[in-house]
């Protein structure tokens, strides 16, 4: 029988959890032991009583660490938690690989098989343990959400005895699981709606949806693999700006999603743009972590330029911890039975799923980019 330990996050603004008091009772089920640390779900409404009543035993302290088989996290460890691990155990996490270089080195040395849940592929077989999907969604409904609660005008149409009120313009840039959400969220509070996005597939999407799609000259298709979009050349994106920038200038509210997996985040949105918008109007920059959309956004801080406020987001979903950890342990624990069995888990590096997602294992980063990228660094040093 495996032991896993449910460590409370440490990162800052991280209030969700990897393991509800629902997935503990199904693990321990399983034939798992669970250990739960004291607090671990308390930001996210779930009580070490929960826990409790669902076969887990909760833990005061950090010394759960080294006895356990398996670590559950959302948060990437730092590197003081990676070397807490014990030795060839498991950790499933998200791991940012490379923002956590350190970690991921300490993870190799401590010969952990980590698990990251980024790395999971969009494959029909993993649709249940997709993590990016499920927090992506969050992301996109919350944007929506913060916008509305910033912009100091009503988003639906109001025909009052005052007179009538305009409904809000919403304009969504990038319209993949976070985007789709968005323009859903807009459009049920009211909101018209105009998206843009590189890839061909989405506009019916996005039609469906209520939103109207901004045409794009499109010289080569924007598909990239797996489903994700192509980084656009410059000449292109700047083609871009110019088209989008006349449904800018009348936007009351712009939310950007656009990414482009491993690479910086396209510039969408320059200063001229912000610029051209009229004061009060909300920009939220959910590509802020990854460098934004949006030339003026900064991560988790509030930017007011010439009467627009700009916010950028680095952790949207950890602001709904409930359902963000309902739905992330619900991942995990998809991932984790489908490699166990009876409480038991056993790695298969053929399987297509494990395979991919294994960031660390026997010693080895074997995750290329990230491989890369710290050879890259000591060879600086
Ligand atoms: P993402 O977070 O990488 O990017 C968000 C969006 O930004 C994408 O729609 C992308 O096309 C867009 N974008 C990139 N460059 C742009 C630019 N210059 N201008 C405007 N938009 C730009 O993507 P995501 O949300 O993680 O998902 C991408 C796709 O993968 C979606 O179509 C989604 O439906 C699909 N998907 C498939 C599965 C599966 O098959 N299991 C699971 C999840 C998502």
């Known amino acids: 029988m495996s032991t896993i330990f449910v460590p409370r996050e440490t990162q800052s603004g991280e209030l969700r959890v990897a393991a509800t008091p629902e997935t503990v009772k199904r693990l321990v089920k399983e034939g798992f032991a669970v250990e739960v640390a004291a607090g671990a779900g308390e930001a996210a409404s779930f009580a070490d009583d929960d826990y409790q009543a669902a076969g887990a035993t909760v833990a005061a302290g950090g010394s759960a660490w080294p006895a356990a088989d398996v670590v559950l996290k959302v948060a990437p460890p730092t590197p003081d938690?990676?070397?807490?691990?014990?030795?060839?155990?498991?950790?499933?996490?998200?791991?940012?690989?490379?923002?956590?270089?350190?970690?991921?080195?300490?993870?190799?040395?401590?010969?952990?098989?980590?698990?990251?849940?980024?790395?999971?592929?969009?494959?029909?077989?993993?649709?249940?343990?997709?993590?990016?999907?499920?927090?992506?969604?969050?992301?996109?409904?919350?944007?929506?959400?913060?916008?509305?609660?910033?912009?100091?005008?009503?988003?639906?149409?109001?025909?009052?005895?005052?007179?009538?009120?305009?409904?809000?313009?919403?304009?969504?840039?990038?319209?993949?699981?976070?985007?789709?959400?968005?323009?859903?969220?807009?459009?049920?509070?009211?909101?018209?709606?105009?998206?843009?996005?590189?890839?061909?597939?989405?506009?019916?999407?996005?039609?469906?949806?209520?939103?109207?799609?901004?045409?794009?000259?499109?010289?080569?298709?924007?598909?990239?693999?797996?489903?994700?979009?192509?980084?656009?050349?410059?000449?292109?994106?700047?083609?871009?700006?110019?088209?989008?920038?006349?449904?800018?200038?009348?936007?009351?509210?712009?939310?950007?999603?656009?990414?482009?997996?491993?690479?910086?985040?396209?510039?969408?949105?320059?200063?001229?743009?912000?610029?051209?918008?009229?004061?009060?109007a909300v920009v939220v920059d959910l590509a802020v972590d990854s460098g934004g959309n949006c030339e003026l956004s900064q991560p988790d801080r509030e930017v007011t330029h010439d009467g627009v406020h700009v916010l950028g987001f680095t952790n949207l979903p950890a602001t709904m911890p409930e359902d963000a950890s309902t739905l992330y342990a619900r991942n995990v624990l998809a991932l984790l039975l489908s490699i166990s069995k009876g409480g038991v888990v056993t790695l298969d590096l053929a399987d297509d799923i494990v395979g991919p997602t294994l960031l660390t294992h026997a010693g080895e980063i074997r995750h290329q980019p990230t491989a890369a990228a710290l050879a890259a660094g000591s060879a600086a040093r």
């Open 81 to 280: 938690e990676a070397r807490a691990l014990r030795a060839e155990s498991l950790l499933i996490s998200f791991l940012a690989p490379h923002k956590n270089l350190d970690a991921v080195q300490a993870l190799a040395e401590r010969r952990v098989s980590a698990l990251a849940m980024e790395l999971i592929p969009r494959i029909t077989r993993a649709q249940p343990m997709d993590a990016l999907s499920s927090q992506a969604s969050i992301g996109g409904y919350k944007a929506v959400l913060v916008a509305a609660a910033r912009l100091g005008k009503y988003f639906p149409l109001l025909m009052t005895a005052a007179g009538t009120i305009r409904p809000a313009k919403v304009v969504i840039m990038g319209a993949g699981v976070a985007g789709l959400q968005a323009i859903a969220t807009a459009k049920r509070l009211g909101a018209q709606v105009e998206v843009s996005d590189v890839r061909a597939a989405v506009k019916e999407q996005v039609q469906s949806l209520g939103g109207k799609f901004i045409e794009l000259p499109m010289q080569e298709s924007g598909e990239g693999a797996g489903g994700y979009a192509r980084e656009m050349g410059e000449d292109f994106l700047k083609k871009q700006r110019e088209i989008v920038s006349r449904h800018v200038a009348g936007a009351d509210v712009v939310i950007t999603t656009a990414q482009v997996p491993g690479k910086r985040a396209p510039v969408l949105l320059s200063r001229e743009m912000v610029e051209s918008m009229r004061r009060g």
